[in-house]
């Protein structure tokens, strides 16, 4: 897998589902719509004013009590893990939700219905790379409270194994396991949420539970049932008897694996952990895992990961022949010295490109910045990366030299350290968007002696010379 392209993919067309929240007990339409490359996942409130959005990160969780709550800007989207789970197991990456209310459908309980939605919908490739964050330590998160405990270590693939035990005879200890995402829909998508019957009772009692019959949940016997208790169910299930099953579950539903909880605790985690924001190449092993677990281990991914992107300076082997040198690039660029800022590229792909100077004592705007202190201007760093970004644009036609490249907008520009005589700079731009028009947006670095000294967000667009 990751030596593997993977390509981003999104829904080909849009598809709605209709049905009640579970805990609100509101009628809800969720539409499962297309999605630009690098966009995520997010929801959309249609039924607020200004449809405003809530991306589906785990720094909005800011509720686990029953179900993953997200805040954004005020906007609350309650009960995300099942439709994110379907997304995730189906290998979607960009989608938008539109919802008209806060909570999704509860269907049946599971991800199946979200599913089918999108198979219905079809899925379609995208031209952009797959983010993926390959593990390669341990990274582990643990509530001392509860002893719940989720970690991940490397791993050839995403998988995820989940272990359930809540200290009851009834259910006992339950684990289960995906080796591979493609089998999410066959062996994990239609394993329903469950609780234990004195839960049942504290919400039926609170009015908690207004989703309809409760014939979207299994629920597990763990304590004698009262006439009392037995007369609330019949009428919270709309049925003239109630019994419990040889399983030791309410005969409500028919369980379609005996260890359908465990499954069920796996897809809870598959959607938490769509919340990381990136999608992650190692297995995840859950002990007794829940929304609050799964959503704090979501958090300390997140920043894991940006931490590690941000002071992550990639390593080239500088000995190697450079994919372009000096001669190359003067035949395509305009630049000429003093001001060609590029020695050589030594990698060149559809949607990024790495190119190298050194920089010597000779360079001829030492002589007056500083004197006694020579330091690289910062813009002439901008200017570098923006020529080695030029070559990425430059090489999508069959003619560079008839073109000329030009700065659009520069945004987020930042410089971290000084670059001085002797420096080698490594120089790293990447798409954050395809090529359209002869417009090129990238997203640029700048590295020497193993850090980044400088980074910006570069638009240009080429033109033919007149």
Do not use: W
Not at 209 to 220: C, E, H, Q, R, S
Not at 221 to 226: G, L, M, P, R
Not at 273 to 293: N, S
């Amino acid at each position: 897998m990751s030596n593997t392209v993977v390509k981003q993919r999104t829904l080909q067309n849009e598809v709605s589902l209709t049905g009640v929240g579970l805990h609100t007990g509101k009628n809800v339409t969720l539409t499962f719509k297309p999605a630009p490359e690098n966009h995520g996942y997010a929801f959309k409130r249609t039924d607020i004013e200004g449809s405003p959005v809530i991306p589906a990160k785990a720094e909005f969780v800011t509720d686990t009590q029953r179900g993953t709550n997200m805040e954004y800007k005020g906007v609350h989207v309650n009960t995300s893990e099942h439709v994110l789970a379907a997304l995730v197991g189906l290998e979607v990456d960009n989608c938008l939700i539109e919802m008209n209310s806060p909570e999704p459908p509860i269907m049946d309980g599971s991800s199946k219905y979200f599913v089918e939605a999108i198979e219905k919908a079809g899925i379609v490739e995208q031209e952009a790379e797959r983010d993926i964050y390959v593990v390669k330590d341990v990274v582990a998160y643990k509530d001392e409270e509860s002893g719940c405990e989720i970690m991940v270590i490397p791993s050839s693939d995403y998988q995820v194994t989940t272990m359930v035990d809540y200290g009851t005879d009834v259910l006992g200890t339950q684990n289960a396991s995906l080796t591979k995402l493609s089998d999410f829909k066959n062996e994990i998508s239609e394993s329903r949420t469950f609780s234990f019957l004195h839960e049942i009772e504290t919400l039926l009692d609170n009015g908690l539970i207004k989703g309809g019959d409760l014939n979207n949940a299994i629920v597990y016997v763990d304590k004698e049932i009262s006439e009392a208790t037995m007369e609330k169910l019949k009428k919270a299930f709309e049925k003239d008897q109630v019994s419990i099953t040889p399983n030791g579950t309410l005969d409500n539903v028919t369980l379609h694996h005996t260890n359908e909880a465990a499954r069920h605790k796996l897809l809870d985690v598959i959607g938490d952990l769509a919340l990381i924001g990136t999608r992650i190449q190692g297995k995840v092993i859950a002990t007794k895992p829940g929304h609050y677990v799964n959503t704090q281990f979501a958090k300390k991914m997140a920043q894991l990961i940006k931490k590690e992107r941000r002071n992550n300076v990639p390593c080239y082997d500088l000995c190697q022949p450079p994919l372009m040198d000096i001669h190359k690039i003067m035949s395509m660029l305009p630049h000429r010295p003093p001001f060609l800022l590029v020695d050589k590229i030594i990698e060149l792909t559809d949607s990024g490109v790495v190119g190298v100077k050194n920089v010597t004592m000779n360079e001829p705007f030492f002589v007056g910045h500083f004197p006694g202190a020579p330091v690289m201007p910062g813009v002439l760093q901008v200017e570098a990366m923006a020529q080695t970004g030029g070559i990425l644009i430059l090489s999508t036609v069959p003619d560079p030299e008839n073109y000329l490249t030009y700065f659009m907008k520069i945004d987020n520009v930042k410089f971290k350290q000084k670059v001085l005589p002797g420096d080698t700079l490594i120089f790293k731009c990447d798409l954050i968007s395809p090529i359209r028009r002869g417009i090129c947006h990238m997203q640029a670095y700048a590295y020497a002696n193993g850090k980044i000294v400088a980074e910006a967000e570069m638009m240009a667009q080429i033109a033919k010379k007149k």
